[in-house]
Every structure is written in structure tokens, then in C-alpha cells.
């Protein structure tokens, strides 16, 4: 996994203007790739890794020991300060088993955000540090939980109460039965492309996480594809944007038929 060099040329950007930003990743390839040299199966149900007790250990090494660094390690290389985290320091990722069937899956129950406040204001600093989030949990018990990417940042987010939630993917954004792009959507749309199964896999994961906070306390969530060259500050910065922009809908606003 290689962070797009004009993407982290975009964060920097970001930076320089004195915007926050709290990158969390995933890292489904490579888990992949991981397991598979393990001989351990990969297996999904809508859209959610079903993560046995042998797989877990595979999937923190690659999450925290492999790629969590490797994104820290690229951000200071060009001048962006960076601070790895779990979502297992400090429980800031609180949670329990998803279900039996997923044995080591993680339903987020609480977030603890001291963590991130902790990074984002360090004292003495004029540039404060991204805090670059790793999705594991942890339960009641101490034991890690694999908590989906996209749900995690949608939980963090959620409980930071930011302002905006941007999901860097390899598409364009969400897309209608024909193919074609959706630029802007409600959570009425949201929920009709769930119901009638236009949406599958890891991107009906993100949009229920999306619902889930559009109907919580966010406005506006951006999907952008993160390979595109300066995609951040093209959907940031320009009145059309190059991706989805998901919107709760607004009291009185006409709802769609």
C-alpha cells in the first residue's frame, strides 16, 4: 500500500490552511494477501470480514504493525507530522463481538476521543500532528476486536463532531442500476439504493455507515476516488466536486417519490 504522493500533497495543503484532519485507515489487500499466505480463508458477509481467532492476529500485524507505520513514516517524510494510534490505546475504539459467526468482528459501542484531542492540541506546537488511526477495538474483556474501516471513521467522526467525513476510495463515488455516478444524494436515496440492492459489498458498508450518521448529527459526507490527482482539493474547492456528496435531508425538504 502506497499513499498517493499528490494525496498526501493535498493533506499538507489542508494543514497549511489550519484544518484538522484525523486519517483512518483500513487495509483490505493486504490483510488479504496476508491471510492467504497463512492459509487462512477471507470471508465476507455484507460487506463485514468475518474474523476468526487466527485470523485476528494476522489482521493487527497488518493493520498496526505494517500499515499504520508505513502511513506515519510517509507523512513525515514530506513534513507532515504524523501520530500513529490503535483504536485499542486508551479504548478509544470501545466494543463487543459483532455475533457469534463473526467471533473477532467489533461492534463499536464508544468512543473515548481524549486520545485524538490529545494529539490535535499538543502543547508547544505550531503545526499540530494528524493522528493516523488504526481500526482495532478493544472489548471488556482487553481482547481486540477487527472493527470495519469505514464504520470507524464514521464512529470517530460522529462522536468528534466534525465537519466533514471524506471516504477515499479506488471509485468515483456511488453509483445508480445504470452505472452512472451519483454527484449528490439524501438519506432517502441512500436507503432506496440499499433496498433495492444497488449497492453490495464494502461500499454497502459505507453507505450504511453514512445513513447512520447523516440521521445522527453530520450534514455532509464526501466519497471521492483517492487515486484521482488532487481529488481532496478538487471536491473540497470546486462547486461541482469529482465524487458523492451524501446530505441528510433537511426538515420541509421535499422528499423523492
Not at 111 to 139: E, F, K, Y
Not at 150 to 173: H, P, R, S, W
Request: charged residues 15%; contains cysteine.
Amino acid at each position: 500500500m502506497q499513499f498517493n504522493i499528490i494525496l498526501n500533497q493535498d493533506l499538507k495543503l489542508l494543514k497549511g490552511v489550519g484544518i484538522h484532519v484525523i486519517l483512518v485507515h483500513g487495509g483490505g489487500k493486504a490483510i488479504d494477501q496476508a491471510l492467504a499466505m497463512h492459509h487462512i480463508n477471507s470471508h465476507f458477509v455484507d460487506g463485514l470480514r468475518v474474523t476468526s481467532n487466527a485470523a485476528m492476529d494476522i489482521i493487527e500485524m497488518v493493520l498496526c504493525g505494517h500499515i499504520n507505520n508505513m502511513l506515519v513514516k510517509q507523512l513525515n517524510h514530506i513534513g507532515i507530522r504524523a501520530v500513529g494510534l490503535t483504536g485499542a490505546d486508551d479504548h478509544l475504539l470501545q466494543c463487543e463481538p459483532i455475533s457469534t459467526q463473526h467471533e473477532r468482528a467489533g461492534k463499536v459501542k464508544a468512543v473515548n476521543i481524549q486520545p485524538i484531542i490529545n494529539i490535535l492540541h499538543t502543547p508547544d506546537s505550531q503545526v499540530h500532528p494528524i493522528p493516523v488511526i488504526a481500526p482495532i477495538g478493544i472489548d471488556s474483556q482487553g481482547q481486540s476486536l477487527n472493527v470495519n474501516a469505514d464504520v470507524a471513521a464514521c464512529e470517530i467522526a460522529m462522536a468528534l463532531g466534525v465537519n466533514k467525513l471524506i471516504y477515499l476510495t479506488d471509485q468515483d463515488g456511488i453509483f445508480d442500476a445504470d452505472g452512472q455516478r451519483l454527484s449528490s444524494l439524501d438519506t432517502h436515496q441512500l436507503q432506496q439504493l440499499i433496498d433495492q440492492q444497488i449497492v453490495k459489498e464494502g461500499m454497502l458498508t459505507k453507505v450504511r455507515a453514512i445513513l447512520t450518521a447523516l440521521q445522527t448529527n453530520m450534514n455532509h459526507i464526501h466519497i471521492i476516488n483517492g487515486q484521482r490527482p488532487h481529488a481532496l482539493i478538487e471536491e473540497l474547492f470546486t462547486v461541482a466536486g469529482i465524487g458523492s456528496l451524501c446530505k441528510s435531508t433537511l426538515p420541509g425538504e421535499p422528499q423523492p417519490c
